[in-house]
């Protein structure tokens, strides 16, 4: 078992096409994994292992390879850069210690790119940013550090200095130490005289006072105008990194492996070890602390398996675990170290390390705990949007009712973002997810892993409600039942505030409902979900909080049944005295389009209520608009944008907020009308 300072646990992160997997597979063949490098275009990558990814170029799902680089064990996780597939990164973020975070140098910070960032923070993970695409046409470095100071407000620190030669081709040098680095990846003979360069003088110093400004061996070394060798430097650079004082900045090209090295190598320095992160010893004497970020039903070779992020003490075949969320035991059958689709055994895995484990069954889900002491347990933190695009989805004629429901439900226990459900009509399904792309990439996959044929009918918005106001109610319930001889009472008083934008449904109890009968608190709970999930009283409720005031009853037979009414009853007349507000959800579109389509782009958009919040010039005669757009208007805009650009533009939305939809706006698809 590899110790666990000797392990860096790091999620590829970045917007679509930024060259994630492409890194990583450039990460795995200079670290001796592959003996040849594939290519994104050519399908033949390690990470994008489903026919879809290989089909269209992207990720879909998060794949995680084990190399080693310098005795340092690096898990590596390849994250989609593709919003609808959002989850996958969320709960990859929350078992890493460190990030990579790709930008393009052609187009800097992109929409999602911020997403990630924010989902990266949430977590406080500490960054590397890694400018890719250094050898393209128009590749600014320049502007691309700009924009990571500006948009994502960190202190981002170039490492290294670009040098532009006469041929075209790209050099870096290291401002630590002065090497050159050549377009090929291999050092040069001679180091860089920093008198004789003065932009890469300027940008050694710069690096020296922002570790000045954190580091208090730095700043004793400035002050008496030293200059600090480098293993100081890189000593200072960790402490900085891992206390998330700034971010350090690496540049180069993944495609052509240049400035990759020096990557691993900065991984190996900088980024953190489950031991800093989590203050873990790797002993064997520890209790297991162990968390679930991913299962995957048709996983392993031994049927569904689970990935692992396990915190302290061990793991082995023979030792039986406790599900701290579920109450039961688990005892996995084979330990996998994960190479993407392929797996190893093992014997067992350490403080620190991520693994796979089959034997799950339906036992685990994502978030579960699993643990073996005492121990107060170490959970990560998982929390997933709801989804905002639904369609109604039914097998072909011939397939089984009970075969379909069970495929959908696999795919919505590997996606926490899927939601699927009965109806509108017998034999149909309605299947939500995070955009357009999401629900087909699942069609295809029904297709292509249960052979299953399936027709849909066209998207439909997730609208959600919340109040226009305040309300408080007090409701008497009553009730003689033909069975009984008395009559049942239930007494309920609660309230409903509307709260701000994005803040979801918060359920509050009193402080002395834990001396209410179990029996009272949870008809009441039950109430809530009832009153909640009825799709005859609206859209879903967001935005608001349920408190419960006081509760009382006459302790007589059935009292939980009159609880359930009542709640839903006293539910229903707060709601009503608050008024329900419908809101639809707006996205945060990016549209990169060429300058001379750029007007017909912005007059679509104008027609379809978008906020143009930003009009950015890009490289090569592009342009990028940035709008706030209400996903009604964005159905369907694949095909629009297409048409406007003779195909030559691109864009990216993702979930930005919830607002008052317009009355007349509310649009909903046919839901029985399937193609």
Same mark, same amino acid.
């Given at each position: 078992m590899t110790p666990a300072d000797a392990i860096r646990n790091v999620g590829i992160i970045a917007h679509v096409d930024a060259g994630k997997t492409t890194l990583t597979e450039r990460i795995l063949h200079n670290t001796g994994t592959i003996r040849y490098m594939g290519d994104v275009r050519d399908g033949n990558t390690v990470t994008d292992s489903l026919p879809q990814e290989r089909q269209r170029g992207i990720s879909i799902i998060s794949a995680?390879?084990?190399?080693?680089?310098?005795?340092?064990?690096?898990?590596?996780?390849?994250?989609?850069?593709?919003?609808?597939?959002?989850?996958?990164?969320?709960?990859?973020?929350?078992?890493?210690?460190?990030?990579?975070?790709?930008?393009?140098?052609?187009?800097?910070?992109?929409?999602?790119?911020?997403?990630?960032?924010?989902?990266?923070?949430?977590?406080?993970?500490?960054?590397?940013?890694?400018?890719? %695409?250094?050898?393209?046409?128009?590749?600014? @470095?320049?502007?691309?550090?700009?924009?990571?100071?500006?948009?994502? !407000?960190v202190n981002a620190v170039p490492l290294q200095f670009p040098l532009e030669r006469d041929d075209g081709s790209i050099g870096l040098v290291d401002l630590l130490t002065g090497d050159v680095l050549n377009a090929d990846g291999q050092p040069a003979a001679q180091k860089l005289d920093f008198n004789a360069n003065p932009d890469a003088s300027a940008a050694h110093s710069h690096l020296v006072e922002c570790l000045a400004e954190s580091d208090d061996v730095i700043l004793n070394a400035y002050l008496e105008n030293t200059i600090p060798s480098p293993e100081t430097l890189r000593a200072a650079l960790r402490r900085a990194v891992i206390r998330r004082n700034l971010v350090p900045v690496l540049f180069g090209s993944a495609l052509r492996n240049v400035g990759v090295p020096q990557l691993l190598d900065a991984v190996r320095d900088y980024l953190p070890s489950p031991a800093d992160r989590h203050q873990t010893q790797g002993s064997t004497a520890e209790e297991l602390n162990a968390t679930v970020f991913k299962v995957v039903d048709q996983g392993g070779p031994e049927g569904p398996i689970a990935y692992l992020r396990i915190y302290t003490g061990t793991l082995t075949l023979d030792r039986q675990v406790w599900n701290v969320h579920r109450q039961e035991n688990f005892t996995p059958t084979q330990l996998y170290r994960v190479y993407a689709e392929m797996f190893e055994p093992i014997n067992g895995a350490g403080a620190g390390d991520i693994v796979a484990v089959s034997g799950v069954g339906t036992t685990l889900r994502t978030g579960d705990?699993?643990?073996?002491?005492?121990?107060?347990?170490?959970?990560?933190?998982?929390?997933?949007?709801?989804?905002?695009?639904? #369609?109604?989805?039914?097998?072909?004629?011939?397939?089984?009712?009970?075969?379909?429901?069970?495929?959908?439900?696999?795919?919505?226990?590997?996606? *926490?973002?899927?939601?699927?459900?009965?109806?509108?009509?017998? &034999?149909?399904?309605?299947? /939500?997810?995070?955009?357009?792309?999401?629900?087909?990439?699942?069609?295809?996959?029904?297709?292509?892993?249960?052979?299953?044929?399936?027709?849909?009918?066209?998207?439909?918005?997730?609208?959600?409600?919340?109040?226009?106001? $305040?309300?408080?109610?007090?409701? @008497?319930?009553?009730?003689?039942?033909?069975?009984?001889?008395?009559?049942?009472?239930?007494?309920?008083?609660?309230?409903?505030?509307?709260?701000?934008?994005?803040?979801?449904?918060?359920?509050?109890? =009193? *402080?002395?409902? /834990?001396?209410? $009968?179990?029996?009272?608190?949870?008809?009441?709970?039950?109430?809530?979900?009832?009153?909640?999930?009825?799709? +005859?009283?609206?859209? $879903?409720?967001?935005?608001?909080?349920?408190?419960?005031?006081? /509760?009382?009853?006459?302790? &007589?037979?059935? +009292?939980?049944?009159?609880?359930?009414?009542?709640?839903?009853?006293?539910?229903?007349?707060?709601?009503?005295?608050?008024?329900?507000?419908? #809101?639809?959800?707006?996205?945060?579109?990016?549209?990169?389009?060429?300058?001379?389509?750029?007007?017909?782009?912005? /007059?679509?958009?104008?027609?379809?209520?978008?906020?143009?919040?930003?009009?950015?010039?890009?490289?090569?005669?592009?342009?990028?608009?940035?709008?706030?757009?209400?996903?009604?208007?964005?159905?369907?805009?694949?095909?629009?944008?297409?048409?406007?650009?003779?195909?030559?533009?691109?864009?990216?939305?993702? =979930?930005?907020?919830?607002?008052?939809?317009?009355?007349?706006?509310? %649009?909903?698809?046919?839901?029985?009308? !399937?193609?």
């Open positions: 995680a390879v084990t190399c080693t680089w310098s005795q340092t064990q690096i898990n590596v996780i390849d994250t989609p850069g593709h919003i609808d597939f959002t989850a996958e990164v969320e709960r990859t973020l929350s078992v890493m210690d460190g990030a990579i975070a790709v930008f393009c140098a052609l187009r800097g910070v992109q929409a999602q790119s911020e997403t990630v960032w924010r989902q990266a923070r949430r977590h406080a993970i500490p960054t590397i940013a890694f400018i890719n %695409k250094l050898d393209r046409p128009g590749a600014d @470095h320049r502007r691309a550090v700009r924009q990571l100071k500006e948009k994502l !407000l705990t699993l643990a073996t002491g005492p121990h107060p347990a170490i959970t990560a933190d998982m929390t997933f949007p709801e989804p905002v695009v639904s #369609m109604v989805i039914e097998p072909v004629a011939g397939i089984p009712a009970a075969s379909f429901d069970a495929a959908l439900q696999r795919f919505c226990r590997e996606d *926490p973002t899927l939601k699927a459900k009965p109806g509108p009509l017998p &034999g149909q399904w309605t299947l /939500a997810g995070m955009g357009e792309l999401h629900l087909d990439v699942v069609r295809d996959r029904i297709k292509t892993d249960f052979g299953m044929d399936t027709r849909a009918g066209n998207g439909k918005v997730e609208y959600r409600d919340t109040i226009a106001a $305040p309300a408080a109610v007090t409701y @008497h319930f009553t009730k003689q039942l033909t069975n009984l001889e008395h009559i049942i009472t239930a007494d309920i008083e609660l309230d409903v505030t509307p709260l701000h934008n994005g803040a979801g449904l918060e359920i509050l109890f =009193p *402080p002395d409902s /834990a001396d209410w $009968p179990e029996d009272q608190r949870e008809a009441i709970a039950a109430g809530i979900r009832d009153f909640i999930n009825a799709e +005859a009283e609206g859209f $879903p409720l967001t935005d608001m909080r349920i408190r419960i005031v006081a /509760a009382k009853h006459d302790a &007589g037979e059935a +009292a939980a049944l009159a609880f359930l009414t009542a709640t839903r009853l006293a539910l229903a007349d707060a709601i009503a005295k608050a008024r329900r507000v419908k #809101m639809e959800p707006v996205m945060r579109l990016e549209v990169s389009t060429p300058q001379d389509h750029l007007g017909s782009v912005i /007059a679509d958009l104008s027609a379809r209520r978008a906020r143009i919040t930003e009009v950015d010039s890009l490289a090569l005669g592009a342009a990028r608009i940035t709008a706030l757009v209400p996903l009604a208007e964005l159905l369907g805009y694949a095909t629009a944008i297409r048409t406007l650009s003779s195909g030559r533009a691109d864009f990216v939305a993702e =979930p930005a907020v919830y607002e008052p939809a317009p009355q007349d706006h509310v %649009k909903q698809a046919p839901t029985t009308d !399937l193609g």
